[in-house]
């Protein structure tokens, strides 16, 4: 199969470049190489290609950045998507598309499902809301996959700095009021490959590791793990603080846990729970 990865540089976009290359050709596009504002530059880079399957990470994901530059995050997140599905169409192409927790304004204390109504709370959300339906307006066969909290070797993450943080200074903190569901990249990526290689219809599809949990509950987790590999750390525990106590500039939805049951029928095995993938990553990845 030839894959064309948009974002391959990014954290998920570089885990699925890895982990379908060894199966399959692929071609990956950097932020660099392609320049997602441009609708025109969009189709003349990836209509001069031959694919069966456009996967498409990349997306501008600063939440605060984005409340301050509406017109580019509309571009980047919304826009392009939509041009990028009418590429994939045209040539008869597959397409999977990767979305946000954020579309969900976070009131409800439940794991969000594909068919749950979304209400975007800020910029960055509306934007990621708006890619989601430009893609499924173009087809209804592709698929957009909800993502949430990525974590990965690519590129350092919150549960890095963390880590990092726990080793220079004797305490540490985290959101204890926010909740949502880690999603190692690497699984991720494992994720896709058994994805494309079973019939399924597209839609709308949450995709991250099972479970759900809070920032502070999520780097205990990741400062436990380091701690058992031995790594030198100053800070054992993890404090709480409130979100509203970060003082950030764009609002946050406080509850986007997302349910994996339909990722879970498709693929037919459920993804690991979110400590185990935590665990195998500080042990793979930070520790050494």
Not at 4 to 20: D, F, N, T
Not at 83 to 100: L, P, S, Y
Not at 199 to 204: I, M, N
Request: proline share 6%; hydrophobic share 40%; with cysteine.
């Amino acid at each position: 199969m030839k894959i064309v990865v948009v974002g391959s540089g990014g954290r998920l976009g570089a885990a699925l470049a890895r982990e379908l290359g060894s199966d399959h050709q692929v071609v990956g596009f950097r932020r660099k190489d392609l320049d997602l504002t441009s609708p025109e530059t969009i189709r003349k880079m990836l209509g001069d290609l031959d694919f069966d399957l456009l996967l498409t990470p990349a997306a501008l994901t600063q939440v605060d950045y984005c409340e301050d530059h509406v017109e580019e995050a509309m571009a980047v997140n919304a826009m392009a998507p939509g041009v990028m599905a009418e590429v994939a169409k045209e040539k008869g192409a597959r397409m999977i598309h990767f979305g946000t927790d954020y579309v969900f304004d976070g009131k409800d204390p439940e794991p969000r499902k594909e068919t749950d109504p979304i209400n975007p709370l800020g910029v960055y959300g509306l934007s990621k809301a708006e890619g989601e339906r430009a893609v499924l307006a173009v087809s209804e066969d592709f698929v957009v996959a909800r993502v949430s909290w990525v974590f990965g070797p690519d590129r350092p993450s919150f549960l890095d700095s963390i880590i990092a943080k726990a080793m220079e200074v004797d305490e540490v903190s985290a959101i204890a009021d926010k909740y949502s569901s880690p999603t190692f990249s690497n699984d991720l990526a494992k994720l896709v490959s058994l994805l494309i290689d079973r019939p399924c219809s597209g839609g709308l599809l949450n995709m991250c590791n099972s479970g759900s949990c809070s920032w502070q509950e999520y780097a205990q987790v990741g400062i436990d793990a380091a701690l058992a590999c031995g790594v030198p750390l100053r800070a054992k525990q993890v404090d709480a603080i409130s979100l509203e106590q970060m003082g950030f500039q764009a609002p946050r939805p406080k509850y986007t846990a997302m349910s994996v049951d339909r990722l879970t029928q498709i693929c037919g095995q459920c993804p690991r729970p979110w400590q185990e993938a935590v665990n195998d990553y500080v042990r793979r990845f930070v520790a050494t």
